[in-house]
């Protein structure tokens, strides 16, 4: 196994997660659609991937789409006919479909080309049918398909800010529930992945039955002794010699088992070996090494697309109130009930509503893996993810019931 703090992982560098792996194939194989849902970094990517490689082993056809980028029913349509592009029974339907756009001289493009190209022939009118098409395409397969569509959740929020957001989404939403619906067969099966909560968006839009197909399934941390595993075959096979208990000090540290997070750590401490010549380190050196350099400069990369996360996904008021919640939690260990009613004091004057922003962004939040609830409100389950953010607000923050009595 080795180390890796980017992308997804797979095949040797995947590790643990069989009874996940265990559960997801057992719904795949009953025919189950599902919705794959965990907070960011969790794994989901990796896991879906995984999956996939094992169900082709059984001799299914795997297909993957990543519609992050996509801003239109038209760029995820085109982004699934790339995921095709390889299985050449459904990408030469395809073709055939929208002969007029490929020059019959020209036998091969690439994937890319190909996404290009069918980009080109989809528009409002179309990309229903097309879409529909290569759908049933799969589903025509003697192979069975998982199709696996990734951060779409991305996607949906990407629409809900343009024009006519909201009529798009749900277009689109009861669009896919009825294709797959209509199915007979227990083919294509579908998973949907992201780590923003679809069910909160569908929820807040007032549809929640355009995902009630999907079966849901969170993917939860690492447990404690699956993380001291992960870290000391890390060690073990970088040959970095640590001391009894560096492992178990190290998931302390953290908190939670979010894989990244014990990826970035172990990552972090090998440098600290290298850089300080260190031949053993100690339990010592995980506390130096947390607090310089996971919650220091180098680990400000890992973390920062937290808030981006939040930003792209929120709206201006609620992104604000998001971080007034998160900086009480970071600095004051909870983010309380009173302080909540502080709060809505705070904003009711520019936020009209403002209780019911604030449930809402509570619940993006908590679903979303940020803060737990617990009996005295909300608080970080992630030590790291804590400290990260105290230490973003802890100079310039005034708890909120203290704010409240400033003009008094
Ligand atoms: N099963 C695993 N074994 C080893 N490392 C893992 C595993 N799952 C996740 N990781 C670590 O977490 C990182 C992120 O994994 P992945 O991209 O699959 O997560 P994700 O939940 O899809 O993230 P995002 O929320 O950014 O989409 C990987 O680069 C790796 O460091
Ligand atoms: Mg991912």
Redesign the pocket.
Known sequence: ?ES??????SGE?????EPELGILERRVLDGNHILLT??????????VR?LGQRLEAKGWIFLFADVEGAASAEDLIADLAQATHPVQPISSRLRTGMRHLFNETVEEVGALDFRVKIRAGLNPANWRRHGEQLLRDCAGQDQKVLLVI??LPIFLNRLLASEDGAKRADEFLSWLRAVFQGFESRSPILIV?G?IGLQPLVQRLGIPDRINYLDPFR?GPWNRDTCIA?FNLLAENYQLMIEDGVAAAAYDALGLGI??HV??FFARLREFAIMNERDILTENDVGTVFRTMLLGPPGQNDLV?YESRLKDTLEYDNYNIAMEILAEAATQGSFSHSAKICLEGLYAHMISGVASHISDVLEVLVHDGYLESTDSGSSFPSRLLKEWWAARFRDHYTPLEERGNEHD
Not at 4 to 9: K, L, M, N
Not at 13 to 17: M, S
């Open positions: 196994m890796s703090t980017g992308r997804w992982v560098n995947f590790f643990g997660r965990g907070q960011r970094r969790m794994g989901k990517t990796s896991i995984e990734d951060e992945s780590s993917l992960c894989p990244h990826q970035s697309h």
